[in-house]
């Protein structure tokens, strides 16, 4: 009123917000930007002309990788940020290099590169595994499957009417496992499904396929309206498989069948792969937009505008999403409302997906097995000799045991192994006369197998490995693969010894120079204390408390 009337301005009526019943909120919510930066890395000879999804990074607990446009491949210390070590391709034209994000296993990085090789590299020195290269291009990103031992890829070449496909390569030595040939390029990333035993990929002919994973087994195809650039993502509570098109929308099909069973509607196309969060499913569009779709009624639950498309895939972080947009932002969103929580800005576009390191304590899982000083017998009342050598595993194709048998058949030793699985009727026929197979024993059999045994053969790679605890509170080493949990586990030359390559050579030269006298009872029964129920259940309160 007083500028009004400072400025000779006649005022006919004067109103409140309150006279429309509005108001003015108390205090808006404040946006978080005030990040503090730990390091900067620059990979380079950046390429500005691809404004596309590229190599994403992964971190594992202590460094940081991913592939860039100069063709080399970076291991970064993630505390500190200065490199570890790097790896140059091969060629490529110029800015387009390594579009595939890493995927990491056991103690190997996996990606792929427009060189067309697709390769497997040692995360801590950077030599070289294997290399596959029987591609033109690889752009695609690799998904691993621990349990098959394998690594499935998309691959694209310069044939006519052969210009894309899919291949499962062994994760070990790169073999070729099987394939499956597209007409058109395998921009798209497969995903793979445990519970379901599938590996579905996208690609630019429009079409979605489903593979049996093992086998390679075409189960079905699915014609989208546009060309599907990115990964997939499976509701395996739902059973549904879901992805984004360049038509701009977002499908929902029936894993089992292929068949559509909804699909949205965006503004622009979808170069990024959807996620599961909670009830819902989240996509980044080149709209601008984040959605956030319910599974349940399907209906839109929000969409959050950025300043920038966004074609990055979104990162859920406890009740948060993290997305970047090519206006340079990383945005937090609040997972429920779409509502900004935070945004931090950078000078460039943002096209690849954020990462995140959650810092974590492990607590190991408790042995729960009590060994006797003493079984004098089976319960089926016989007694084995005691000069033989021991698995005790699942029979499926991760645990390789068939290491362990191609090594018992060429030394003639005695290899008992309990347990069964789909991979009796393999290992069975491949088995030489000094192999028996138990199939399932009794609790009481399981610990007199244990304490009667030369050694533990553990092949395989496990996050933990809790039969290796077994065999140490038996009193009993173990010989194992390099790898996984057991690294943390056996304590090498005292409870155990490992060998260092997963083939059956390796494991022979370790079992030739093995002499079980020179390993302790009280050492080995010792080291399985470190995991005991009271230790477990000591750690796990300290960290909840």
């Known amino acids: 009123y007083e500028f009004l009337k400072e400025n000779g301005i006649k005022a006919v009526s004067l109103f409140t917000l309150e006279d429309f019943e509005l108001s003015l909120s108390k205090k808006r919510d404040e946006i978080r930007t ?14 500005y002309f691809y404004r596309v999804p590229k190599s994403a990074p992964v971190i594992d607990d202590q460094k940081l990788y991913f592939g860039s446009d100069s063709g080399y491949f970076w291991a970064i210390d993630k505390k500190g940020g200065s490199s570890v070590w790097k790896y140059k391709v091969g060629w490529h034209a110029k800015g387009k290099s390594i579009f595939s994000s890493p995927a990491l296993w056991n103690n190997f990085v996996y990606f792929g590169s427009y060189d067309g090789n697709v390769y497997a590299l040692d995360k801590n020195t950077g030599k070289v595994k294997w290399i596959f ?10 998904a691993v499957a621990p349990d098959l031992g394998l690594v499935f890829i998309g691959l694209e070449f310069g044939l006519w009417r052969k210009r894309g496909g899919i291949v499962a390569l062994d994760l070990e030595t790169g073999e070729k496992k099987w394939d499956f040939i597209m007409s058109e390029y395998t921009h798209s990333s ?79 196309a979808i170069y990024s792969a959807p996620v599961i969060y909670e009830n819902n499913v989240i996509v980044s569009s080149l709209d601008k937009k984040i959605y956030s779709i319910n599974l349940d009624t399907k209906g839109l639950n929000w969409d959050y505008q950025c300043g920038g498309r966004a074609m990055t895939t979104p990162l859920i972080v406890e009740q948060s999403i993290w997305v970047g947009a090519t206006d340079g932002a990383i945005y937090e969103i609040e997972a429920s409302s779409g509502k900004l929580l935070s945004i931090f800005r950078t000078t460039e576009r943002i096209t690849n997906r954020p990462a995140y390191d959650l810092e974590s304590k492990i607590v190991y899982p408790p042995l729960m097995m009590r060994f006797a000083r003493n079984f004098p017998q089976l319960a089926s009342g016989k007694v084995p000799r005691s000069d033989y050598f021991l698995i005790v595993s699942r029979l499926v194709p991760y645990k390789r045991v068939d290491i362990a048998i191609k090594a018992a058949n060429k030394l003639k030793i005695p290899l008992k192994i309990i347990g069964e699985g789909s991979e ?100 080995c029964k010792l080291n399985a204390n470190r995991f005991s129920f009271e230790r477990f259940r000591e750690n796990f309160l300290k960290l909840v408390e």
Do not use: H
Request: hydrophobic residues 40%; charged residues 25%; contains cysteine.
């Open 34 to 47: 005030n990040f503090e930066i730990l390091w900067r890395f620059q990979s380079p000879n950046p390429n």
């Open 133 to 142: 290269m029987e591609a033109d291009w690889v752009g695609s990103s690799p």
């Open 190 to 268: 497969p995903v793979y499904d445990k519970k379901c035993g599938v590996v579905a990929i996208g690609s630019n002919d429009c079409k979605v396929y489903l593979f049996n994973a093992q086998n390679g087994k075409l189960l079905w195809e699915f014609q989208a309206g546009g060309e599907i650039k990115a990964s997939l993502c499976i509701d395996d509570k739902r059973k549904l498989l879901i992805f984004g098109a360049f038509d701009g929308y977002i499908y929902m099909l029936n894993l089992s069948s292929g068949e559509l069973l909804y699909k949205f509607k965006t503004l622009a």
């Open 424 to 523: 009796y009727p393999r290992l069975r026929k491949m088995a030489g006369k000094t192999v028996e197979f138990l199939g399932y024993v009794s609790d009481p059999d399981l610990k007199y197998y244990y304490m009667n045994c030369k050694a533990l053969l553990f092949p395989g790679v496990e996050d933990f490995g809790l039969t290796i605890v077994e065999a140490n509170a038996a009193g009993k080493p173990v010989i194992a693969y390099r790898g996984g949990g057991a690294e943390e586990i056996i304590i090498e030359g005292k409870t155990g010894e490992f060998f260092d390559s997963q083939t059956a050579a390796s494991l022979t030269e370790v079992l030739k120079k093995f002499k079980p006298n020179r390993y302790n009872t009280r050492a």
